[in-house]
């Protein structure tokens, strides 16, 4: 069973500051990893998706990576702003039951 | 394009009472599921549909029905509320499996 975790479950940094959230996997069978942003008491946003075939996808200041051999991913953002605050979710599409497996999250808060 | 909708925002159920929530799509989507979110527990796919007419179980079925006769249109319905169904209930659509998945903006349901 595919399970996916997110280390630590919040992290609160200064404005500017480039940081570094991590995604962990344990069956490295996947056909994808999406990273999400949920804002409080909304839904989620697509943020970048990463085909098991690449290594890496960039959208403006997020760089995401993807080492599938080694069950990890991770989502680089630059220069760090307070409108980055929201919680982060990485999911894994998994095998023929057509199952996106979630992580629990990391809630990040950007100081000013 | 409105992207996936659903209604209502908010909900709040007596037990053992019954009810519909909505969720549709205008992107042409062939897949769309439902997850449910809760503190500590993730999103868990509910049920899911590969295309009209075509349904099947997720993680955690158990208490809901699902039904799909247009493309458009998913809608969740529980049968007889309890409270351990208070929770946050998504909506996502995708192309197709394992495509990128759009979500709506949730359904905040509570029963007493």
């Known amino acids: 069973k595919q399970e996916v975790t997110q280390i630590p479950a919040a992290l609160s940094v200064p404005e500017g500051e480039n940081l570094v959230l991590n995604c962990s996997f344990t069956d490295s069978a996947i056909y994808n990893l999406q990273w999400f942003r949920q804002d409080p008491g909304k839904g989620l946003t697509s943020l970048l998706l990463?085909?098991?075939?690449?290594r890496e996808q960039t959208s403006g200041r997020l760089n995401a990576s993807l080492d599938k051999s080694s069950g990890r991913s991770t989502l680089y953002i630059a220069a760090s702003q307070p409108g980055d605050s929201a919680t982060y979710l990485c999911a894994v599409y998994t095998g023929a039951n057509s199952k996106l497996t979630f992580g629990k999250g990391i809630t990040l808060s950007v100081r000013p | 394009n409105a992207g996936v909708t659903q209604t209502p925002k908010f909900q709040v159920l007596k037990t053992g009472q019954s009810m519909t929530l909505q969720c549709a799509q205008d992107m042409n989507h062939e897949y769309m599921s439902w997850y449910r979110q809760d503190p500590g527990m993730g999103l868990r796919l509910i049920h899911y549909?590969?295309?009209?007419?075509?349904?099947d179980q997720g993680e955690v079925p158990n208490g809901y029905n699902v039904s799909r006769s247009t493309t458009e249109d998913f809608p969740l319905r529980l049968l007889s509320a309890a409270p351990s169904q208070t929770s946050v209930y998504f909506c996502a659509s995708s192309p197709k499996i394992p495509y990128e998945q759009y979500f709506g903006p949730g359904t905040r349901l509570t029963v007493t």
């Open positions: 990463i085909q098991s075939s690449q």
């Open positions: 549909s590969v295309g009209a007419g075509i349904t």
